[in-house]
């Protein structure tokens, strides 16, 4: 067991709980009775679930055969093998690390006097231990074996008073933990996946080919498919196993019980009842369902009802309600609509389940009385037995049964929670048959049924199968809606009651230079009145008024020496309110109100007086000098202690002295730990890991630590790598990082240009073949690395390798790279620094720069933690936004788009500060197209389009036909006219554009020489025209052009015009005749 570890936090945490429930237990209680408690397990191939072995799992994770554990008042002792007792030693070790834990005390078996010694030490602490006469046990837990049975003879030979804390212990153990729920919800995904994937294709396929397959058959061929990574993705199939074997029953033999075996009948095509529950790390979970082949209408009323109720009990079983009261729920309800079912339904609707698949003591019938607690998972069945078919002249379907039930998880203030949510309505599980005559007919009318067309003589289909397809874009938008909806809800819910601006200001640190006036240095400088650097206490003591003024280095922002003719001066600038401060300094004072020295000169003659040995000014160069060196050391302690500033301490890390534990070797690391790289070890221990440098350099990353690991192989890429991103910062190279990565190159990263390359030199070929067998030699080696890593770890470490096909490139930081899902991540690793962000943390993600023209977009990834700003990435080609979308809708993560780039400091700020009113206001919905169309809609109105003929425009027509001149208004048609024209042109070939053009030139040369000719008498002309121009160009509604001709007189307007600018412009009367022909065309 030396390659094992134990989860400590879990230990004590759960050891706390333990403890904690006893010590409040009244003395009418059966924990409040019992003086001490022993768990004693033995090996029994034949056992599967017992209470001792489940409390020995729910502590450590594992099974410890042979193993004694006394649970006394002050100390806990184990009894064990030597390595067992190796294994148990890393909570021993760490105990320190927690409070209110009593003494863990390690006992050793000595095998050469049957443990006698070692018997009588546990008697002698049962006995110290409060009272002493009574003794808490799991009375059904009877191991057997000698060592077990001598310890039951001397257990019995000191008559202690015996009592059974089965129940107790199971409430104790019953709430799970986050840990916990997670082990389930995969349990409950191996068992959807079993029965969706598997065994309901099997059945569908046996109707389908009307086949005789006993249920035994059936069932055995589940368990094989537990193993078959075809239908069981996401987790480690080693630590699967099932709860009991598949219970697969049909024509009219039906017990709806977990004990009965499947028996070797032939699958009957009527109502088949199924049940099956896979475990997964020792955490259970099941699933019961019941699949109807032709039911009647009296059948699917009855099996509707059963839904219904299940639906009923599923809402009452919430925190702090009795289980009996949820039993007496399904009981009125049945009362009320269907009395007669009272007497054919189940004796209880379920179970508390976890690590044992069936809690006898928390049982939701008529005599269970204790309260359901938020994080237990139940295992809810419910079903009518014994119900009669009319209709059915087949004595097999003449009675049958209805049975349904899922594994639900407790809330607190809301109905349960089902883990395993596969759809059980009539129209999922209804199986319906066809003839060749019907399914003719259909094909004729092509009517819309629910009974779906099949192949074959007896044909059958469900009706999900050949539902109406709807576009992929479609699915995402009702998808999308419905995410907005739940989105809204959960994020205020979590925000409820948290308060706005309550984030503590940083306060700048204060310094005190001396505590007393008797550390004040006496040295002559300092009588002298002059400027003293006094390095031990990183203070400067200045003159001020005839007095010594110690100012500590951190009060001081900057200083600045100038020399100036016969002078030299210095400036010293201090921190004080309202000066700009760095971004790592404190933005408050202790006392703002004080009074603050805001900077101070000094200034020295630079002539040295006879007798002088040095210029008076030589005191002030080296008080500078000195000043920057006492500011550098301080500035540099003070960022390392920043550095320091929430760092977490790890535990130690377990050395395992094995020589077979999972190492890699000639690995680089990044973050380099020195400036220069260097090469070393990555070693996989009890508790961790730890990288050594060739040079000694040790880094331990512990695998509590450990947020996502990842393997990404040397597909498509120069390196392999393994990254570890972290919960908590560590330390090394004085700095804190999260992120963690050992690599090693495949190829050359750099190609000599300079170096002859021939595609059929030997020489390059034979490199080539070598580079791709290091590759695979690398790849299996990094693979088997990270097997043995998650097996010794019992997938505790469990690495994620990124999907390169579902990849895109983006810009996260400065260069663009390729960014890959993960199954809970969108990263990339490749690039320093690593782009990772965890799914499971994002609320929703928004597209920036969406729109038609443009090349790429950017993607906003908003946190559900507010206070943290969103990761970006920058210029994500436009091609892969489906792609991209697709992705985010397969991962339940709701995504907006829009045309600007947001302000998300701001907006987040506004949330925090007052959430509840932001989600009044429909919260994140502001982003959702819909908004943002129904303001431009609004404005819309406002713009409406007015026609010619109305009479508004009309009364404009006639205000500025009567304030123009016909000069004025000859030339805005001309205008017109040309503007006219040259959005006509743009239909135009390039050759037809490239003629007018020549022709245009030709006419401006000809126009140049006319200009020459008569420049004076044309000029005011020019500028006449130049003026028309000008208003055809800015009057693009009638009022304007009122407005602009007003403004300014025509004779002014002429002569500031014709400055230069008319020279260039067509004679008045050429430009009189092209508008005159225009207007005979």
């Not at 043995?788 to 990124?802: L, N, Y």
């Not at 009364?955 to 000069?967: F, R």
């Not at 503007?979 to 135009?988: A, I, P, R, V």
């Not at 000809?1006 to 130049?1026: A, I, M, P």
């Amino acid at each position: 067991m030396s390659g094992l570890s134990v989860d400590k936090d879990a230990f004590y945490r759960r050891i706390k709980r333990y403890y904690s429930s006893w010590k409040k237990a009244d003395e009418e209680d059966v924990l409040g009775k019992m003086d001490a408690m022993v768990v004693a397990v033995g090996v029994d191939e034949d056992v599967v679930y017992s209470k001792s072995m489940a409390m020995q799992t729910w502590l450590f994770g594992y099974e410890l055969t042979d193993c004694i554990i006394v649970f006394c008042e002050d100390g806990m002792y184990f009894l064990a093998s030597k390595k067992k007792i190796e294994f148990l030693r890393q909570v021993e070790n760490g105990k320190e690390n927690d409070h209110g834990i009593p003494s863990i005390n390690l006992v050793i078996r000595d095998k050469n006097d049957k443990d006698k010694g070692n018997f009588q030490k546990l008697m002698d602490a049962i006995k110290s231990s409060k009272k002493g006469k009574t003794v808490g046990e799991f009375s059904k837990d009877k191991f057997p074996g000698d060592f077990m049975t001598a310890w039951r003879t001397v257990l019995d030979k000191e008559s202690f008073e015996k009592i059974d804390v089965s129940g107790p212990l199971a409430y104790v153990m019953a709430p799970k933990e986050e840990s916990e729920m997670k082990t389930i919800q995969k349990a409950s995904q191996v068992t959807m996946d079993l029965f969706n994937k598997y065994l309901k294709q099997q059945i569908l396929d046996i109707i389908d080919t009307d086949r005789r397959v006993k249920h035994s058959k059936l069932a055995d061929g589940v368990e094989e498919a537990l193993q078959n990574k075809k239908y069981v993705t996401g987790v480690d199939t080693s630590q699967l196993d099932m709860c009991y074997p598949a219970i697969i029953q049909s024509g009219g033999n039906y017990s709806l019980k977990f004990s009965v075996v499947s028996d070797k009948n032939s699958l009957h095509f009527g109502a088949i009842t199924i049940a099956l529950g896979a475990r997964y790390k020792s955490y259970c979970s099941n699933i019961v369902r019941t699949l109807l082949v032709e039911p009647t209408e009296d059948i699917q009323n009855n099996y509707n009802f059963l839904v219904e109720l299940e639906e009923s009990v599923i809402t009452k079983l919430q925190h702090g309600v009795k289980l009996c009261d949820v039993y007496q729920k399904a009981v009125s309800v049945v009362k009320a609509e269907k009395p007669k079912f009272l007497d054919k339904m189940t004796k209880n609707l379920g179970f508390a389940m976890g690590i044992e698949f069936r809690e006898g003591s928390l049982l939701i019938g008529p005599k269970t009385t204790v309260q359901a607690r938020k994080g237990m998972v139940f295992n809810i069945n419910l079903g009518f037995s014994g119900l009669e078919n009319k209709a059915s002249k087949d004595k097999a379907d003449k009675t049958y049964a209805l049975f349904i039930g899922d594994t639900v998880q407790v809330n607190e203030g809301s109905a349960a929670t089902v883990l395993t949510s596969l759809k059980k309505k009539v129209k999922h599980i209804g199986i319906f048959l066809k003839n060749e005559s019907e399914q003719d007919e259909e094909e004729e009318e092509k009517e819309e049924a629910p009974i779906l067309l099949g192949r074959g003589r007896r044909t059958t289909v469900l009706e999900s199968r050949t539902r109406t397809e709807i576009s992929a874009e479609e699915k995402r938008q009702n998808k999308q809606k419905e995410l907005a909806e739940k989105l809204n809800e959960e994020a205020k819910e979590r925000l409820k009651g948290q308060t706005g601006g309550t984030e503590e200001k940083k306060i700048r640190k204060s310094n005190v230079s001396y505590k007393n006036k008797s550390l004040m240095p006496q040295q002559s400088e300092v009588k002298e009145l002059r400027i003293y650097v006094d390095k031990k206490y990183e203070t400067i003591i200045l003159p001020i008024f005839g007095v010594p003024s110690p100012f500590h280095i951190s009060t001081i922002k900057n200083i600045s020496q100038s020399v100036e003719g016969d002078y030299t001066y210095l400036r010293i600038n201090f921190y004080h309110p309202g000066s700009s401060l760095g971004r790592n300094e404190g933005g408050v004072f202790l006392q703002p109100d004080a009074t603050f020295l805001k900077e101070i000169t000094y200034r020295s003659s630079n002539t040295k007086e006879p007798g002088e040995i040095s210029a008076p000014s030589s005191n002030l160069n080296t008080a500078f000098r000195l000043i920057k060196e006492v500011q550098k050391k301080f500035k540099t302690r003070e960022a390392e202690e920043r550095e320091k500033e929430g760092i977490v301490k790890q535990d130690t890390l377990v050395i395992n002295a094995n020589r077979g534990n999972p190492k890699l070797k000639d690995l680089y690391m990044r973050p380099n730990i020195v400036q220069k790289r260097i090469s070393g070890t990555l070693e996989a221990h009890t508790n961790g890991f730890r990288f050594t440098s060739i040079r000694g350099d040790k880094v331990d990353i512990l695998y509590n630590n450990i947020k996502h690991a990842f393997f990404q192989p040397c597909d498509g890429e120069m390196i392999i790598l393994l990254h570890f991103h972290l919960k908590h910062a560590i330390m090394f190279g004085k700095k804190k990082h999260n992120d963690v990565q050992l690599y090693t190159e495949v190829g050359e990263i750099t190609t000599d240009l300079g170096k002859h390359q021939h595609m059929h030199d030997r020489d390059d070929l034979h490199a080539e073949q070598a580079e791709r067998e290091l590759r695979q030699k690398l790849k299996s080696a990094f693979k088997s690395f990270c097997e043995k890593v998650e097996a010794i770890t019992r997938s505790e470490v469990e690495f994620d390798t990124p999907f390169r096909d579902l990849g895109f490139y983006g810009v996260p930081y400065r260069s663009t790279v390729m960014l890959q899902p993960s199954s809970g991540c969108l990263l990339n690793l490749t690039e320093w620094p690593p782009f990772v962000v965890t799914l499971e943390e994002v609320e929703l993600v928004h597209f920036e720069r969406v729109q038609f023209h443009l090349k790429n977009f950017d993607m906003v990834f908003i946190y559900k933690e507010y206070s943290r700003k969103p990761a970006m990435v920058n210029s994500i080609p436009m091609n892969s936004l489906d792609n991209v979308k697709e992705w985010l809708n397969s991962c339940d993560i709701h995504y907006t788009e829009g045309v600007q780039s947001l302000n998300w400091a701001k907006i987040l700020k506004t949330i925090v500060e007052d959430p509840e009113g932001f989600f009044d206001n429909g919260g994140w919905s502001f982003l959702e197209p819909e908004s943002a169309s129904e303001g431009d809609d609004d404005d819309s109105e406002e713009d409406a389009y007015v026609p010619s003929g109305s009479d508004a425009s009309e009364s404009e027509s006639e205000d500025y036909s009567d304030e123009s001149n016909w000069s004025d208004e000859e030339e805005d048609s001309e205008e017109v006219d040309e503007d006219l024209g040259s959005s006509e042109e743009s239909g135009k070939d390039w050759d037809e554009l490239e003629e007018e053009a020549r022709k245009a030139d030709a006419e401006a040369v000809y126009e140049q020489d006319d200009d020459r000719r008569g420049r004076t008498g044309r000029q005011t002309v020019s500028s006449s025209k130049k003026h028309g121009t000008q208003k055809s160009r800015h009057g693009s509604t009638p009022q304007k052009r009122k407005h602009s001709d007003k403004g300014t007189p025509n004779k002014k307007r002429s002569r500031h015009d014709s400055g230069g600018r008319g020279d260039n412009k067509r004679p008045r009367h050429d430009s009189g005749d092209r508008h005159s022909k225009k207007k005979r065309r």
